[in-house]
């Protein structure tokens, strides 16, 4: 069926929301842009008009005129922003064949930085394939509600087919039902003068609440990718707020890291950087995350004996990597955005497609039963192979030396030094901060 058959969509006046507030004028765009009832929001405007899900069921090439259905009860009737509430019968289209069931993308700090180029490539199919229609449910705050309605604006005005519904608020037990993936990005950044203390706290106490909000409201499976800094801590709080989602599906984002290290090593060794592979990060997404040379390979090759210069890869190439967000900051004002949203792709992509033979790829996941000896209970990251199912499995296959382990354990410290320090977020008694020196997210150099 064509995208444009499938499109047909139609709207139903309901007389049930007597309970609805409006929006003032100011706050409704000539398409009609509005949210939609927010139980514990704060902002909670509602349309003059409501949109019903119409059913369009039609055959190949034809497109029938739609039919309306009843307007949902509207206790039950998800959240959905402008024209993102004009929805298809998706049972329809499926039976063609052709379309995936729609798949719910929770998505916080949406109004920031790196979501502002992450929204775009879910939308666009980029993420989870042309053929996976998708729905985003994005998470900001009152600071940031007017600009998640740009944010949500935007992806009105970029028409992308995939998209078929959109929701913002800021309750995430609201957000977050039912959601198969949560991109949990909103964290406070470190201001001048705050302490790594203050900060694990005060990003802390988010990510307890979101793991609380995941663990009542979202799929029984879904697999959160933590970008938030300090992002390792933060998804060990999240996962230990949400005991009744496996551990194994939270994850805090290492991948921009691997994505660094092999660009490094690629351009040192004079290759395009898709001739590095096995590249795994272990560790802390700080500066003591070690980018391992030792099982890296350059064109199938082991990297040392691409490259000779072993005091490079010991001393420059593990620093760059360290140091390569502080570094960037000072060349542009900001953070990693675009290549931290580049990175979240990847990582996402990594659990859905099977990974390459041989290869594979670094996340930092919860060390429960690890092979490599490494403290259990603590988010580290570690290299892994997925079949395509959204999980994964450790490699094996991986050797240490002297200089590799020193280096683990050095990042393991500082993990179970953060763990400590957030204790009274992850229900195991009293926050007690012994940070081994003042270590730093990439950023901060
Ligand atoms: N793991 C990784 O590889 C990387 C991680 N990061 C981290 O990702 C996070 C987001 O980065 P980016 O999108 O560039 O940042 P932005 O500053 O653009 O956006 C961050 C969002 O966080 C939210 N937020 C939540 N709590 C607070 C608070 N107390 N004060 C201020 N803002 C808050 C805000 O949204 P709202 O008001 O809607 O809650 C804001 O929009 C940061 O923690 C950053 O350090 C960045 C690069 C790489
Ligand atoms: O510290 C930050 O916000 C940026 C960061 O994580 C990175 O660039 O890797």
């Known amino acids: 069926m064509s995208s444009s058959a499938t499109m047909a969509v139609a709207e139903v006046s309901s007389a049930s929301y007597t309970k609805a507030r409006l929006l003032k004028s100011s706050q409704i765009s000539s398409l009609s842009t509005h949210l939609h009832k927010h139980r514990h929001s704060a902002f909670r405007p509602l349309p003059r008009t409501q949109h019903a899900r119409i059913s369009c069921s039609v055959a190949p090439n034809q497109v029938e005129a739609p039919i309306p259905v009843q307007a949902k009860d509207p206790k039950n009737k998800s959240d959905c922003y402008g024209v993102f509430c004009l929805t298809y019968d998706l049972k329809a289209e499926e039976e063609t064949k052709s379309w995936k069931k729609l798949i719910n993308v929770a998505v916080s700090g949406a109004a920031g930085m790196i979501s502002n180029h992450l929204l775009f490539k879910l939308a ?264 395509g199912d959204g999980d994964y499995e450790l490699v094996k296959e991986v050797k240490f030396d002297d200089y590799l382990w020193n280096r683990i354990k050095k990042s393991e410290a500082e993990l179970l030094a953060e763990k400590r320090c957030v204790a009274h977020l992850t229900g195991e008694g009293v926050g007690f901060c012994d940070l081994p020196d003042d270590t730093m997210l990439p950023g901060e150099v």
Request: aromatic share 8%; with cysteine; hydrophobic share 40%.
């Open 124 to 387: 666009s199919g980029e993420v989870f394939g042309p053929d996976q229609p998708i729905t985003l449910k994005l998470l900001g705050s009152e600071r940031s509600i007017q600009a998640l309605e740009g944010v949500a604006m935007e992806l009105e005005d970029s028409l992308y087919p995939l998209l078929r519904e959109v929701s913002i608020g800021i309750d995430p037990y609201e957000v977050f039902q039912d959601a198969e993936w949560a991109l949990l990005i909103g964290a406070k950044p470190r201001g001048p003068g705050m302490e790594r203390a203050d900060l694990l706290d005060i990003n802390g106490q988010i990510f307890a609440e979101q793991g609380k909000a995941l663990n009542a409201v979202a799929s029984r499976n879904v697999k959160v990718i933590v970008v938030g800094n300090p992002c390792n801590t933060n998804a060990l709080i999240c996962l230990k707020n949400a005991p009744n989602i496996p551990a194994t599906n939270f994850h805090a984002l290492t991948r921009l890291d691997e994505n660094r290290a092999k660009c490094q090593l690629a351009l040192k060794a004079g290759v395009f950087y898709d001739k590095v592979s096995n590249m795994t990060i272990w560790g802390n997404h700080s500066t003591t995350q070690v980018p391992d040379f030792l099982n890296a390979r350059i064109d199938g090759l082991p990297v040392k004996e691409v490259i000779k210069d072993h005091k490079w890869l010991e001393e420059e190439f593990t620093e760059k990597v360290q140091n390569r967000g502080g570094v960037l900051i000072k060349k542009w004002g900001r953070s990693s955005a675009a290549s931290t949203a580049v990175s979240v792709v990847d990582a996402i992509k990594s659990l859905v497609t099977p990974t390459p033979e041989g290869d594979w790829f670094s996340t930092g996941v919860y060390t429960n039963g690890n092979p490599y000896g490494i403290a259990e209970d603590i988010v580290f990251s570690m290299p892994c192979r997925s079949k």
